[in-house]
């Protein structure tokens, strides 16, 4: 085996042991497109057109992807969702 190959086989590795979680908003017939909005926009640091689009998918597909990443970055930001009186939950 190569020193590339290794070197490779080590980043694959590295990869596949990162534990990405997501925070999943789901659908309801309570919020406003703007407060969706809004509310990414503040919590999930999303630009206004990102923010959009999720709550476009979110009407349509019945939930979206809002946010990925490691559980205690995810965590402090779920519970923002829900105090504003969204629908997520992280997976």
Partial sequence: MSTREKELE????????????????????????DHVITTLINVCEHTPEQA?????I???KGKCTVKTGEYSFLEPRCS?????GLSAEIV
């Fill in 80 to 84: 923002k969702l829900l105090q504003a």
């Fill in 10 to 33: 080590d980043v694959l590795v590295e990869e596949e042991t990162t534990n990405e979680h997501e925070i999943v908003l789901f659908n309801d017939d309570v919020n406003t497109f």
């Fill in 52 to 56: 959009e689009q999720c709550s476009i």
């Fill in 58 to 60: 979110v009407h349509y």
